[in-house]
C-alpha cells in the first residue's frame, strides 16, 4: 500500500446552483477542500455585494459541522455592473475576485459581456484595487468553431487584456488546449490558469465514442488527445501557473440527458482520487501538492492550509458511486474510464 500525506487541497472553482441542489453539493467539496472559488452564474446571477452576502449564507448553512470550509464569493460581470458596489465589496472582504463571462458561451451567461472594450474601466479599477479576473475564455461568433472558442479568444481577447492591464490578476478558467497552455507559460507573472479533472482525464472521444455521452459535455468542451497530453503535461509539472479548479457543475440527470443537454461535469465527489490516479500514472505524484494545494494560494497572495490530508493506493479500484439523488431526480457523478485506485482517507 501506497500512502502520501498533502497540504489540504483548495477547488478554485466550483459551482453549488442553490436550493436543494447546493444542499447536496456542498459536502462533496467540503469533504476535501478547505476553500473555493464559487462561481455567480446564478439565475438571476450574483451581481452585486449583497447578493453574494445572502448566496455565501445559503452555502455556510450547507457545510456539515465537522467540516472547515470557506466559500470565496465572486461577482458576475456585466457591461452595467456597479463599480463602485464592486470596490466596496472587495475592500471589506465579501467578493473576492469578478467573473467575466461572454455572453453566450455557458451556461446562465446571457447576462455576460459582449464586448470586453465596454467593461475596461471596470478591469482598470480591478487592476487598481488588486481584484482577480476569473475569464471563461471562449469567443462565442457563430462562424467560430466550438474547438478552436478557446484558441481564438487567447489570440483576440486575452493578449488584448494583458498588454492593455499587465498588472492585472488574470486566471484563465479551465483551460483545454495546447496553445492555451503555451500561452499561460510565456505570460506575465499575473497571469495563470486552472485546469479541470475532466479535462486532464478524457479527451473529446469521451464524448461521442459508442453513442453519445451528455454527462461528458461540458464547456469548454473536451478537445483532441494533444490538447489533453499537453494539460497533463502542465499540470504535472508543478509550474507555479497551472492549478486545480474543478468546476464541477451540477445539473440534473434529466437537464443533461434532454434534446438541448446542459454543459457541465459534477466531478467534487472523486475528483482528489481521479487527480492522484493520473499523477501517479505519470509518476508525478511528487507535484500533486503543488497543483491541488500550493500554486493556486500562490497566485491568489494566499497562504497554503495548514491542514494536511492522506491518500492510500488501494489494491483494488474505486467503486465509484453513480448518482446523488436530488429531489425527484438525480446529479450523475463523473468517473473516467481508467481504474482509479487513490483513496482520500
Ligand atoms: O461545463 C460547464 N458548466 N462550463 C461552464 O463554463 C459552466 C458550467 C455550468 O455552470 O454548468
Ligand atoms: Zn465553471
Redesign the pocket.
Known sequence: MQELEIIKPDDWHV?FREGSILKAVVPETSRHFARAIV?P?LSPPILEGADASIYQKEIMDAIPENDEFSPFMTLYLTENTNCKNLEDSFKNGLIFAAKL?PAG?????DSGVKNIKNIMPILEKMSEIGMPLLI?GEVTNKEIDIFDREKVFIENNLEFLCKELPDLKITL??ITTKDAVSYIKQGNKNLAASITPHHLALNRNSIFLNGIKPHN????ILKREVHRKALVEAAISGNSKFFLGT?T???FKKDKESECG????FNATYCMSILAEIFDQNKSLNNIERFTSLNGSNHYSLQPNSKKIKLVKRTYPINFMDRIEVEKDSIVVFKPDFPVFWEIV
Open positions: 459551482h462561481m452564474n463571462y458561451a455557458t451556461t446562465n451567461s471563461h478558467e479551465h459535455y461540458c464547456l469548454p468546476d457543475a451540477p445539473h446542459c454543459a457541465g461535469v
